[in-house]
């Protein structure tokens, strides 16, 4: 599985990080362990998932994780999550 997250500002793409996970966890796991690497790599606080959040990711393969997600001030408008290929 390989999920794309990217860091929007002002509409503008100023980060972005691709992340592979090719092991034998569930889908739920692989999803949550990636977004844990990237909010490390990114240095950032785990977003929130909210159910208008989950569902839009199940219905889409992708979801967006607004500034007041975060338990920490960031410096964005959102971040981006894309399932680019599934296993």
């Not at 208008?52 to 959102?78: H, M, N």
Request: hydrophobic share 40%; charged share 35%.
């Amino acid at each position: 599985m390989r999920i794309w997250f990217k860091i929007f500002k002002e509409n503008r793409l100023q980060r972005d990080l691709v992340v592979e996970n090719n092991t034998e966890d569930t889908r739920t796991h692989k999803i949550m362990n990636a977004l844990e690497k990237c909010c490390y790599e990114l240095d950032l606080s785990t977003p929130i998932w909210l159910d208008s959040t989950i569902k839009e990711f199940q219905r889409l393969g992708k979801t967006r994780f607004r500034a007041d997600a975060f338990i920490e001030e960031v410096d964005f408008d959102y971040l981006e999550i894309h399932v680019i290929e599934e296993d």
